[in-house]
Nanobody, 124 residues
Framework: VQLLESGGGLVQAGSSLRPSCTAS????????IAWFRQTPDKGREGIAC????????HYADSVKGRFFISRDKAENTVFLQMDSLKPENTAMYYC??????????????????WGQGTQVTVSS
């Protein structure tokens, strides 16, 4: 199983980014896909997840209204549209795949699959 994140970068405050997470080696439709972010001082935070058919989403209060998660079944890919970025959104962003019977996925378990992360840096 492999989850490959891409699309992070260095942007100015107020900008947008749209990182993606492409899955392989698993049956994509059987997994909830979630995004987390991690910093040395705040630790790991679950920020968004999308259910197996893409019709249900869940967000942390800290990103609600600015971040939007979606999935493309044909491409086995999940996107995280991040708008109005703030310097405090600077973090390593990871995606994770969790079995479909868990909802919402805002914390990790040993059964989840993880990507290697993509760095998002927002300058003021």
């Amino acid at each position: 199983v492999q989850l490959l994140e891409s699309g992070g970068g260095l942007v100015q405050a107020g900008s947008s980014l749209r990182p993606s997470c492409t899955a392989s080696g698993l049956t994509f439709d059987d997994y909830v896909i979630a995004w987390f972010r991690q910093t040395p001082d705040k630790g790991r935070e679950g920020i968004a997840c999308v259910n197996v058919n893409g019709r249900a989403t869940h967000y942390a209060d800290s990103v609600k209204g600015r971040f939007f998660i979606s999935r493309d079944k044909a491409e086995n890919t999940v996107f995280l549209q991040m708008d109005s970025l703030k310097p405090e959104n600077t973090a390593m962003y990871y995606c994770a795949a969790a079995r479909r019977n868990r909802w919402p996925v805002m914390a990790v378990t040993a059964d989840d699959y993880w990507g290697q992360g993509t760095q998002v840096t927002v300058s003021s």
